[in-house]
């Protein structure tokens, strides 16, 4: 004889315990204050926007960040703004994220390619020159589309480690020293540039995160 499964009557009752703490914790709160004499409320008032604005006036006379220099350097370098929407770039917490994808005007891999087509190779050059006035660390990352290969015993992940493999060779021939290279990976197709739509050709790329400490 099958058995009823136990239903869990105790929830609710937590539920509406901590709506009565809170609502508890909110009334002494009002209690409080309506305590406190309209001199002392403008005193405390004045204490924490004077704090606010002693934080908000050291930020700007600390300036930019690092990060924050070398996304608007690489913002306004001409060669990355010609190349239109074949280039992404992004501000991220820890540096900048480069993306160059493939489009119809500019494919940068033929299909199940690991190598970069003439233009591909040119933009990668562009990028990696932009990259050279710094002094910053950059990790690659090639990606494909969710497309599956073709070639028998060699998937995504054999394609997009070589597309990273192609962006390393190609930016340190432009200058690029090799240590400054702290990471080479293929991530195949799980990291769509479009989530939800990982057959778009724009998924096929190379990402440089370039690494920006402080």
Request: aromatic letters at 8%; a negative charge.
């Amino acid at each position: 004889m099958p058995v009823a499964p136990v239903r869990k009557t105790g929830t609710w009752k937590m539920a509406y315990a901590d709506f009565l703490t809170a609502l508890m914790a909110f009334f002494l709160l009002m209690w409080l204050v309506s305590g406190v004499s309209a001199d002392d409320r403008t005193e405390i008032a004045d204490y924490f926007h004077n704090r606010s604005a002693a934080a908000a006036t050291a930020a700007a006379e600390a300036g930019p960040s690092e990060a924050d220099r070398v996304f608007s350097a690489l913002s306004q370098n001409p060669d990355l703004v010609a190349a239109g929407n074949s280039l992404v770039l992004t501000r991220e917490a820890d540096g900048v994220r480069i993306d160059l994808v493939d489009t119809a005007e500019r494919p940068l891999f033929d299909r199940a390619d690991g190598r970069f087509t003439p233009a591909g190779h040119d933009l990668a050059q562009k990028a990696a020159a932009a990259i050279t006035v710094t002094d910053t660390v950059i990790t690659l990352e090639g990606h494909t589309d969710a497309f599956p290969s073709l070639t028998p015993g060699y998937s995504n992940w054999e394609l997009s480690s070589d597309r990273a493999n192609e962006a390393r060779r190609v930016f340190e021939a432009a200058g690029i020293a090799p240590e400054r290279i702290r990471g080479v990976a293929g991530l195949a197709d799980t990291r769509p540039m479009v989530p939800g739509q990982p057959h778009l050709p724009v998924n096929r790329r190379v990402s440089i995160l370039v690494q920006v400490e402080g």
